[in-house]
């Protein structure tokens, strides 16, 4: 009988190889992921990758999730009490060990090794100590697609946030920055995998800001499927700057062009007023530089 197993899941390239050496070991079962998430923002704390984008990898992988919410600017005491607690249900189960994907930091491992003894379980590193040039060219030549979604300025310049990672970003990361990111120059959010059921998750780029001392990419959920319009094109005139413009799908597509960027709520002046999309863009931008601050509390946590 396979062992059954929880897998630490950020979204990021690290957890997606944990996941992919477990099932190919054939001696371990996943039975779910559990990611934390912000409170308010609902986004992967430190990557501030969507909950939708979140979800969308679970169904993809089939695997049921678990999500673990802190509060903003939460403590790691915060954090640690509430994990323990969604811990202790996995244990009550019968679950004893939790897959991570950590690489090589010591003092991370040490750390996850002693928030889990205290609870009576234990942690599994399936790609622990691996090559980290070898296993980022695994990760592309086994199909795997990601996007750098956050990454730290200090470290890595910010024209990288947004960037697939492929074999063109490795060729260009300076010598100084570990090709897996693992000392904290950048996370990942992984929108295609051999072990995904149904092909990539389709979405779609959004602004790059800069908050809290890191640059995060937003990513978009994109289902045109789900987001067909069906109002037919107009000509309207921006309330702002005056400017005509077609508010609506434009000839052979099923949605606005609104509808790819960032849901930030409303940023008109009445429901009922469309603005350009020049206007738009800058109201999303001023919108998300005031209000989505979500910063890291210690590289202790649960990321990528």
């Known amino acids: 009988m396979k062992e059954p197993v929880l897998i630490c899941w950020s979204g990021g390239k690290d957890s997606a190889l944990a996941l992919r050496a477990v099932l190919a070991g054939g001696q371990i079962e996943p039975i779910g992921l559990m990611t934390t998430l912000t409170e308010g923002y609902d986004r992967i704390s430190m990557h501030g990758v969507r909950r939708e984008l979140l979800e969308a990898q679970a169904v993809a992988l089939n695997l049921p999730l678990h999500k673990v919410y802190i509060s903003q600017n939460a403590t790691n005491a915060e954090y640690e009490a509430k994990t323990q607690a969604a811990l202790l249900e996995f244990k009550r189960q019968g679950i004893r060990r939790v897959v991570f994907g950590d690489l090589f930091l010591q003092d991370i491992r040490a750390y996850r090794d002693r928030l ?12 622990w100590g691996r090559d980290t040039t070898a296993l980022a060219r695994e990760f592309i030549a086994q199909g795997f697609q990601a996007i750098l979604v956050c990454g730290n300025p200090q470290r890595l310049d910010r024209r990288f946030a947004g960037r697939c990672f492929d074999a063109a970003l490795l060729a260009e990361l300076p010598a100084s920055v570990d090709p897996c990111g693992e000392n904290g120059e950048f996370h990942t959010w992984v929108f295609a995998s051999p072990d995904f059921a149904n092909g990539p998750i389709p979405h ?44 609506g799908p434009a000839t052979g597509k099923t949605h606005c062009w609104c509808s790819e960027l960032p849901n930030v709520g409303p940023v008109a002046s009445s ?34």
Do not use: N, W
Not at 116 to 127: N, S, T
Not at 219 to 234: I, S
Not at 281 to 299: C, F, P
């Open 116 to 127: 889990l003894g205290k609870i009576g379980m234990e942690a599994l590193y399936p790609v």
């Open 204 to 247: 779609a780029k959004g602004q790059v800001i800069e908050r809290q001392g890191f640059c995060f990419c937003d990513v978009l959920p994109l289902d045109l499927g789900k987001q067909t319009d069906p109002r037919p094109a107009q000509e309207k005139r921006c309330p702002r700057c005056g400017t005509t413009f077609t508010c």
């Open 271 to 304: 429901a009922h007023d469309c603005l350009c999309p020049d206007c738009l863009r800058a109201a999303v931008a001023t919108k998300l530089l005031k209000s989505d601050g979500e910063s890291e509390k210690g590289s202790q946590r649960m990321a990528d």
